[in-house]
Nanobody, 121 residues
Framework: QVQLVESGGGLVQAGGSLRLACAAS????????IDWYRQGPGKQRELVAAITSGGGTNYADAVKGRFAIFRDNAKNTVYLQMNSLKPEDTAVYYC???????????????WGQGTQVTVSS
């Protein structure tokens, strides 16, 4: 099964920026909707941002105006640009995508392994 691989996490001071990336582990036929989730310490996993195959976007209220999701369909990669980071943004960030591996394959939801983002005050 196709795996998603996140990258770009790390430690940053409050007010700083990070860009996360999520890419498929191998060449695939098509990726449909893609979401970024996060799970902070002691918290439930929450949806942060979403982008449709047509480029429509949606954001959680907590990140509106600070985060931006965009995709490069040629590279089957989605990015999450995070600006003006706050300590409460500290979490493991996961991407989830609806994937069709081959033209006759079924659509399947695939998750990445997560990347840690830590924002210090």
């Amino acid at each position: 099964q196709v795996q998603l691989v996140e990258s770009g996490g790390g430690l940053v001071q409050a007010g700083g920026s990070l860009r996360l990336a999520c890419a498929a582990s191998k060449s695939i036929f098509r990726i449909d909707d893609i979401d970024w989730y996060r799970q902070g310490p002691g918290k439930q996993r929450e949806l942060v941002a979403a982008i449709t195959s047509g480029g429509g976007t949606n954001y959680a209220d907590a990140v509106k105006g600070r985060f931006a999701i965009f995709r490069d369909n040629a590279k089957n990669t989605v990015y999450l640009q995070m600006n003006s980071l706050k300590p409460e943004d500290t979490a493991v960030y996961y991407c989830k995508a609806r994937i069709k591996e081959r033209i006759l394959s079924p659509w399947l939801d695939s998750w990445g392994q997560g990347t840690q983002v830590t924002v210090s005050s």
